[in-house]
């Protein structure tokens, strides 16, 4: 990507900067309404997300008449070039898997495990190996391997009730976040699924809390909320 500035003909040196694509990106619109005549401006933005909460913007705009389907198609281009990139850094034909590695004890409570993209320092990032693993003894974990043989463990850390699960919307944005820890998966539909399994590990938690402060008995009754809830809300919609 090279922003250039316009020369203007009036001598000033043309300033240009170049950066290389990065998975760990994000393509939104923005609204503008404080300018002058914003109905002829369209804003939209491009972060790229950073190791240690740096994060870095940069604002484009779209003037004219035709602003915004100039600015939807500045969005929709970047946002496929961003997704090009990302596939780019994948193994070609690996998949989400759900069953244990053979012989390997560590992969037995494995829940799902997948290739993502691991946010490091200096705007790098490492393809490794992740595992989540199901809640077990009041604990669950997502353990990165170097590759999908789960013979060497680069790292692992400890999921909780109060971990936090992040993500943003925008074109092609696959990056998620895990408390301080940053990934990026290779498609929104597989995010969406990583998001969901963490969600899930992070219901159990709740669930065991609730049973260790009231008591086993009390569990059907939070299942019996829980249904009526659901069917209030199916309720509603029917009538919608």
């Not at 013979?151 to 074109?171: H, K, N, P, Q, Y």
């Not at 976040?177 to 399994?197: N, T, V």
Request: charged share 15%.
């Amino acid at each position: 990507m090279t922003p250039t500035a316009s020369d203007s003909g009036s001598g000033e040196s043309v300033h240009t900067a170049t950066r290389a694509w990065s998975p760990f990106s994000l393509v939104e619109k923005c609204q503008v309404k404080t300018l002058q005549n914003s109905a002829y401006w369209a804003v939209f933005k491009l972060t790229v997300f950073r190791a240690g909460g740096h994060d870095q913007c940069v604002y484009f705009a779209a003037t004219g008449g035709d602003a915004y389907k100039e600015r939807d198609r500045w969005v929709d281009l970047m946002g496929s070039l961003v997704g090009k990139v990302t596939l780019s850094l994948f193994p070609p034909q690996s998949v989400i898997s759900v069953q244990p590695v053979p012989g390997v004890q560590a992969t037995s409570r494995r829940i799902m495990a997948g290739y993502l993209l691991q946010g490091c320092s200096s705007d790098t990032c490492m393809l490794v190996y992740c595992e989540l693993h199901a809640y077990s003894r009041g604990e669950a974990r997502l353990a990165t391997y170097r590759d999908d043989w789960c013979d060497i463990e680069v790292s692992s850390f400890s999921l909780s009730d109060a971990s936090t699960v992040s993500t943003r919307s925008g074109s092609h944005c696959t990056v998620f976040g895990i408390d301080q820890h940053r990934f990026c998966a290779r498609s929104p539909d597989e995010k969406d699924l990583w998001l969901r399994a963490v969600s899930n590990i992070k219901a159990v938690f709740v669930v065991v809390v609730f049973c260790c402060c009231f008591g086993s008995s009390c569990l059907w009754l939070f299942f019996f909320c829980c249904c009526c809830c659901c069917l209030c809300l199916l309720f509603l919609l029917l009538l919608l």
